[in-house]
């Protein structure tokens, strides 16, 4: 019953990126993150401290912006 029945699915054209244009739109959403983190960081960040990956580091709720941080190992005893 299922086999023979064909799954269409229409995707918009201007919804697939090819090539140079994926790459620029990429490029483009990446410099846009940085120029909100640049202007972000003008105002003040809003940092909040987080704890992931064995590591802790401030993060900014605004614009994502991470600091270095520390890493930490947690050496276990017993």
Not at 49 to 65: E, K, P, T, W, Y
Request: glycine share 8%.
């Amino acid at each position: 019953m299922f086999g023979e029945m064909a799954v269409l699915i229409h995707v918009h054209p201007r919804l697939v990126l090819h090539g140079d244009e994926f790459k620029l739109r990429v490029a483009l959403r990446a410099l846009a993150v940085r120029m909100h983190q640049a202007l972000c960081a003008l105002g003040g960040h809003d940092y909040l401290r987080r704890v992931a990956d064995n590591r802790i580091f401030l993060q900014c709720v605004s614009c994502g912006h991470e600091t270095p941080g520390w890493r930490i190992d947690i050496a276990r005893r017993g």
